[in-house]
């Protein structure tokens, strides 16, 4: 695996693909509502929780709480906070998979403009 920021693990093309096709498999955007509906758009099916707000709204994501969450972020580094926020949390299974393109990317998924 390759590291973005401290001790949160960056996952690889080929992971993030065979586990997304896992049902019990999410995207979590931490971007700003202003940003997940701008310009660069949002991957398909995301859940939007920015940042900011992400510790406050953990209850919404109890349903998920033993499934893979990928997070996203315009460049990687909100995505790295938020997954340890989440891996502090008890949501072990929390992947930073980095910027919305580069999820995209691997998910080989469509982003909605």
Known sequence: MNFCSKNVDVVSMNEFQDKILDQKTIV???RTEEEYYGP?????????????????????????????IYVVC????????????????????????GSIQEASNLLKSKIIK
């Open 74 to 97: 315009r460049s990687g580094n909100r995505s790295g906070k938020a997954t340890k926020i989440l891996i502090d949390a008890g949501y072990i299974n929390a992947i930073n998979a």
């Open 28 to 30: 979590l955007d931490v």
């Open 40 to 68: 660069l758009g949002h991957i398909e099916g995301a859940i939007l929780i920015p940042i900011n707000e992400l510790e406050n709204r953990l209850v919404e994501l109890d349903e998920y709480r033993d499934d893979t």
